[in-house]
């Protein structure tokens, strides 16, 4: 019914840049929030920033990566400077999207399937 798919992830270096791009797809009535979220290998998934009515960044990305949204795009971005071996991880977006069926309106996160950021020299 709604899809997120994501795009961007890949292998830089140290102090490189990476922008990831998500777009939200389907029977969408409204989006009231979009973020990323980050797992490491053996690690449990992170906040790594959110974009709704306010905009939050975990301590670990503040001053180096940018979260911003095309809302007529239903497009989340996540631009990354200055890459350390420790962002690398499964990047993965979230949107809680609400759906009309009828007169019904859901509301709901959603995921999407992740893409691989591999920070290395």
């Known amino acids: 019914q709604v899809q997120l798919v994501e795009s961007g992830g890949g292998l830089v270096q140290p102090g490189g840049s990476l922008t990831l791009s998500c777009a939200a797809s389907?029977?969408?009535?409204?989006?009231?929030?979009m973020g990323w979220y980050r797992q490491a290998p053996g690690k449990e998934r992170e906040l790594v920033a959110t974009?709704?009515?306010?905009?939050k960044y975990a301590d670990s990305v503040k001053g180096r990566f940018t979260i911003s949204r095309d809302n007529a795009k239903n497009t989340v971005y996540l631009q990354m400077n200055s890459l350390k071996p420790e962002d690398t991880a499964v990047y993965y977006c979230n949107a809680r999207v609400s759906t009309l069926s009828g007169s019904y309106l859901n509301t709901q996160n959603y995921w999407g399937q992740g893409t691989q950021v591999t920070v290395s020299s």
């Open positions: 389907g029977n969408i009535f409204g989006i009231s929030a």
């Open positions: 974009s709704g009515g306010s905009t």
